[in-house]
Nanobody, 125 residues
Framework: VQLQASGGGLVQPGESLRLSCAAS????????IGWFRQIPGKEREAVAC????????HYADFVKGRFTISRDNVLNTVYLQMNGLKSEDTAVYYC???????????????????WGQGTQVTVSS
């Protein structure tokens, strides 16, 4: 599975971005997908995860109510809608896929079967 993350950029506080994670090489139907982020000097942390069919989601406390993860298995793509961005959301965002892994487990730590290359999100005035 190859994952390609995109959609990052420079925005001002309070603005929105939508990240996309497009998969190739395999159908994502049997993969849980997670978005993770890493700030320089800090460990990679889970942001949001979604189950194989999208029925179960998990969010880190620091994004609840602001970010929404979704997936389109027809397009083989997972999205992260980020609203109300804050300066502390500045990081490199990665998408990851794990075969049939429970969502809570996937979001418990930065381990996955496959990783995308990351997309930079910068929130600054």
């Amino acid at each position: 599975v190859q994952l390609q993350a995109s959609g990052g950029g420079l925005v001002q506080p309070g603005e929105s971005l939508r990240l996309s994670c497009a998969a190739s090489g395999s159908n994502l139907d049997y993969y849980s997908i997670g978005w993770f982020r890493q700030i320089p000097g800090k460990e990679r942390e889970a942001v949001a995860c979604i189950s194989t069919r999208g029925g179960v989601t998990h969010y880190a406390d620091f994004v609840k109510g602001r970010f929404t993860i979704s997936r389109d298995n027809v397009l083989n793509t997972v999205y992260l809608q980020m609203n109300g961005l804050k300066s502390e959301d500045t990081a490199v965002y990665y998408c990851a896929a794990s075969y049939l892994l429970a969502v809570a487990t996937m979001c418990s730590g930065p381990t996955a079967d496959y990783w995308g290359q990351g997309t930079q999100v910068t929130v600054s005035s």
